[in-house]
DNA sequence: TTAATTTGCCTAAACCCTTTCGGCAACTGC
DNA sequence: GCAGTTGCCGAAAGGGTTTAGGCAAATTAA
């Protein structure tokens, strides 16, 4: 019988278009080997469980959303950069559910070491270089648009502001305005109540 | 053989505490079964099915939210009342990571209508009447206190920052600070870049 | 070109979780 | 004590995971 030729690589890119379609927690070795005419014991070969598989989809996540962002900042600065990365995080969400969820999922310490995970935070901080802060603020800094960017997407994308006016999209755009202007005048340490 | 008194609602209060020890993913009929040395099936007298359980358990977790922000919230505004919420949140996060994942397992309309999701937003919006915002921008701000705060929390949850330095304690006060200058200063509509 | 080796895919089987069905035992009210 | 209801159980079917062992196709060598 012919084979099929399948690769580690050709299964991560159709379990993330399998997560796109049906949700990254329904990829499964079974449905993978479904979707390629072929026994599941086949891709144990190329994978090495159904953990690894999902790790992987992960990583191409990670890689995918790190490319478009370096992509998107180049030459921006200040709000316009801001914007742009929050919108490149925003948009791959929406086109790639499943590979944005994927991205969330918990990697063990050597994995995330070798993940693009670091680039995302190399990217925020980039971001920061046009407003004023320096090192311990830029920290938190990087750690609120992080918090912000995805907790929202997560809401967003689990429909968690429901249908109600106003809409979603003028929300995003005042929390960009509300980031920026947050940035720009960073509160100091001891702030008084 | 003597019955084991099983209830609906024993159950969900058994479950809960199962996802708090090894994960809300992990909670299954099985494993519930087996905590109560029962046969699987009958816990499908008392829960129509493992989908079911798992809302029962997240309705559980909106619930005891609630009530603990409404205690923290109580007598208290602005500042004071921001953390007090936003502390409410994470320290339940910490205490219930199995609870706290379950509430944010999507329900469906009618269930997440009945649920206690609504008297969340109605006690961040009582937070919000300690400082100067009218309608639209009340909604908008509604949105970025549950972004950052879930955000912020499900980042921290499983590993997102590390244990690198500063540590997220540190972050979590300035990001408090942060939003707290952010709301007495809201930047109006058409914010020129 | 054929022989030896490697590689890829398959069948089979064990194990776990879900869900339904039918039965029997234990409570309930009378 | 008896009927009726309710609660728990055994069995079975269906699906996902993973391993072991085997045969065939590709690859390399002779």
Redesign the interface.
Known sequence: MARAGLTAELLTRAGAELADEVGFDQVTVSALARRFDVAVASLYSHVRNSQDLRTRIALLALDEMAALAADALAGRA???ALTALANVYRDYAREHPGRYTAA?L?LDPAT?AASAGGRHAQLTRAILRGYDLTE??Q??AV??L???????I??EL????GH???D?A??WA??M??L???LC???T?P?A?
């Open positions: 200040g709000r316009d969330r918990r995330a311990p603020d920290t938190h750690r609120l992080g918090s912000v960017i995805h907790g929202y997560s809401l689990d429909g968690g502001f109600s006016a106003p979603t003028e929300t005042r929390i305005d509300a920026d202007a947050l005048n960073w509160p340490p702030s109540a």
